[in-house]
């Protein structure tokens, strides 16, 4: 991301100050987490004085992808950001390596477990290891339905990608 000057309303703005507009955003299926800590938000560029968000989907068909562009172009836009537009890159493919610490740590909080290999799923509860599978969906195609093994609370675990 280059610091290039962009036209604004009234004030100069770059491309940094946008990328960080963008990065506010929050996924509508986690709302805990913005779409810079899912990784999803690959870059933000100048091309003729228009701000290009470039975003990949967690997967092939999610449907919370068309809610994000217009989030994006929204948030953008209410900064002072008039022509804006939202590609979309496949390549690289997703994974959730890409789920930043923070990211990582909302989830937790907000009751989802992180994405780890399918034999470290820690209770985001209790902590306790070892919980069972009750459904490989979960409330989204990216996470599965647990239940803890000694707390016995349900929860949703962010599968590994």
């Known amino acids: 991301m280059d610091a290039a000057l962009l036209p604004g309303v009234g004030m100069v703005k770059t491309v940094v100050d946008a990328a960080a507009v963008a990065a506010t955003v929050v996924d509508p299926e986690i709302p805990v987490l913005t779409i810079s800590d899912l990784g999803i938000l690959r870059d933000v560029s100048q091309d003729e004085g228009s701000v290009v968000v470039t975003i990949t989907p967690t997967y092939s068909g999610c449907p919370a992808m068309r809610q994000i562009e217009d989030d994006i172009v929204s948030v953008l836009r209410g900064a002072g950001f008039d022509d804006v537009s939202v590609k979309t890159s496949h390549n690289p493919s997703w994974t959730t390596d890409w789920i930043n610490d923070e990211g990582r740590r ?19 509860r209790c902590e306790a290891s070892e919980p069972r599978i009750v459904a490989r969906f979960g409330s989204t195609a990216c996470k599965a339905l647990m239940a803890c ?3 016995g609370e349900p929860f949703d675990y962010f599968k590994q990608f």
């Open 106 to 124: 909302k989830l937790a909080e907000f009751g989802i477990a992180p994405p780890t290999g399918e034999h470290e799923i820690l209770c985001p």
């Open 149 to 151: 093994s000694s707390c």
